[in-house]
């Protein structure tokens, strides 16, 4: 079934807005790799990228390409895998095992952390545990006993 760009500019796909250092915004969609504009305001940027979106989608289906999803209907199981040369599957288990987590949730926390996700809770930040005191033992050892028999026989 051959898409319009009408259907295609009602699609949700992802609309990124970037302020420019020396005034406006750049604005591109995401999905549509070179789909890109400008605008003095953010609502000028997203009008300019509404206009940008319709001569991109265009220009694509006239010669034929296949359009991308949007992101939003795509769907992401959160598992992928990942082939490392021997050495560095090595390292990070050792680097996993001196943080006291699993390669997994080492692995996790590595790739949010390049990416700019905010770094888990320190030990520091979390609440200190709650300190149990030792059960005292009702009756003494062996050698608490013996050590008792020998004081109160030199009395």
């Not at 750049?26 to 509404?50: H, K, N, Q, W, Y």
């Not at 598992?79 to 050495?87: D, E, L, N, Q």
């Not at 390669?103 to 390049?114: P, Y």
Request: aromatic share 6%.
């Amino acid at each position: 079934m051959e898409q319009t760009i009408q259907h295609y500019v009602s699609l949700p796909y992802t609309i990124e807005l970037i302020p420019e250092p020396e005034g406006g915004w750049f604005v591109r969609i995401v999905e549509l790799p070179g789909c890109m504009s400008e605008g003095d305001t953010p609502d000028d940027a997203v009008a300019m990228i509404r206009d940008a979106m319709e001569g991109w989608l265009e220009t694509a289906l006239k010669h034929g390409q296949v359009i991308p999803k949007p992101r939003l209907l795509t769907e992401y199981s959160g598992r992928f895998v990942i082939r490392v040369p021997a050495s560095l599957h090595r390292d990070l288990v050792e680097a996993a095992e001196r943080e006291g987590v699993s390669l997994n949730q080492f692995c996790s926390v590595a790739l949010a952390r390049s990416i700019g996700y905010p770094p888990p809770k320190r030990e520091a930040d979390r609440p200190a545990p709650v300190q149990v005191p030792a059960l005292v033992a009702e009756k003494p050892t062996e050698y608490e006993a013996h050590d008792q028999r020998d004081v109160m026989s030199d009395e």
